[in-house]
């Protein structure tokens, strides 16, 4: 079943998502897809249907200070992270537009590992 790889057998298998810690509760999630231009006040209006909020992280790039196209939400209380993420895909209506966005739990990163210069997107998950 093994493949060859510089000589060596090896056995792949599929990367699993990091579980969280035993009895963790997770409050934050990560919010992917997010314009630049969306205000705050429309973000953090739509996040508060799931309960109350305790942060909003507009990420931004620390070179040219404008926002990158992701943020963090931390919540109060684990249930409202844990009801935001029962969809993947939310429409946010702004202005009379619809703007898709991803939501995902955000998992405290243990260290840096996979993770180039702080550097990533939608795919490699909500981590902070």
């Known amino acids: 079943n093994g493949h060859i790889l510089d000589g060596k ?26 314009p630049p231009e969306m205000e705050e006040d429309v973000i953090r209006d739509y996040f ?7 942060d ?10 404008a926002r990158r196209g992701f943020i963090f939400v931390e919540y109060e209380k684990s249930e409202s992270a844990d009801k935001a ?6 429409d946010i209506d702004a202005d009379g537009a619809k703007t898709r966005v991803e939501v995902k739990r955000a998992y405290p990163r243990e260290n840096n590992s996979g993770r180039q210069g702080g550097r990533g997107d939608s795919r490699s998950g909500g981590q902070w």
């Open 85 to 90: 993420v029962e969809k993947t895909f939310h």
């Open 9 to 34: 057998t090896i056995d792949p298998k599929p990367a699993q998502k990091p579980a969280p810690p035993e009895g963790a509760k997770i409050t934050k999630v990560f919010v992917g897809g997010v």
């Open 56 to 65: 909003l992280a507009l990420v931004t790039d620390p070179q040219t200070k």
């Open 48 to 54: 508060s249907q799931f309960g109350s909020i305790a």
